[in-house]
């Protein structure tokens, strides 16, 4: 069965610190990974988007890495900020049904000042 | 601005009763998706459409129904609410194409009681 799975399931960090969420799949054939952020009582927004061919992505002070060999990818937070507390979600595409997206069930990280 | 907007934010029903949340998106995209969101898992697709006059299920499609009659709205439709239907409901659309991104709206809240 294809899943995703995401640790820590939560996480608590100082402001200003780094941190990195981990993603797992097994969904094969694989088409694209990616991350979303979802704030509380909001819809995700789309962090990065990254095929297989890809092995980073960044946005701003999020990087998002993927090695399709070991089915992993990691989001990393550079110098977090108060505004960075929200549910992060990996996201992964099967090849044959590029709209079928399959979701993690998500790292609720939490920035303390 | 193109947004896509779902309504109402919240609602409580009774069981046994027809409920029908509404998603309009203004993005002129073709794909437009139905999930749901509980603790403990991912979102679950409910059901999704490629564009006018086409609809399929997803993964959770019992006792939810959906019809695409323009390009703008898919409402989704609890034919007779269950317990079971408490969840968070998120409506998103996409243009077509593997690795195009997906819109979300703020989701609806709905409680059965």
């Known amino acids: 069965k294809n899943q995703v799975e995401q640790s820590p399931q939560s996480l608590i960090i100082l402001e200003g610190k780094n941190c990195t969420l981990q993603?797992?799949?097994?969904?094969?054939?694989?088409?694209?990974l990616r991350w979303y952020k979802q704030d509380t009582g909001r819809g995700p927004v789309s962090l990065t988007i990254m095929t297989f061919s890809e092995n980073t992505k960044s946005n701003g002070r999020y990087t998002a890495t993927l090695d399709a060999d070991t089915k992993q990818s990691s989001l990393h937070i550079t110098a977090s900020q108060l505004s960075d507390s929200a549910s992060y979600i990996c996201?992964?595409?099967?090849?044959?049904?590029?709209?079928?997206?399959?979701f993690g069930s998500g790292t609720r990280l939490l920035v303390r000042p | 601005d193109a947004e896509i907007t779902q309504s109402p934010r919240h609602k409580i029903t009774e069981t046994g009763r027809q409920v029908t949340l509404a998603c309009h998106q203004t993005?002129?995209?073709?794909?437009m998706f139905w999930y749901r969101q509980d603790l403990g898992h991912g979102l679950r697709l409910i059901h999704y459409?490629?564009?006018?006059?086409?609809?399929n299920k997803g993964e959770v499609s019992d006792g939810y129904s959906v019809s695409r009659s323009n390009t703008e709205d898919l409402p989704l439709t609890l034919e007779s609410a269950a317990s079971s239907q408490t969840s968070v409901y998120f409506c998103a659309s996409s243009e077509t194409g593997s690795k195009k991104g997906y819109t979300f709206g703020s989701g609806t809240r709905l409680t059965v009681v």
């Open positions: 996201v992964v595409s099967e090849m044959d049904s590029s709209y079928k997206l399959i």
């Open positions: 459409s490629y564009g006018v006059q086409d609809t």
């Open positions: 993005w002129n995209h073709n794909n």
């Open positions: 993603c797992n799949y097994t969904v094969s054939p694989f088409s694209n």
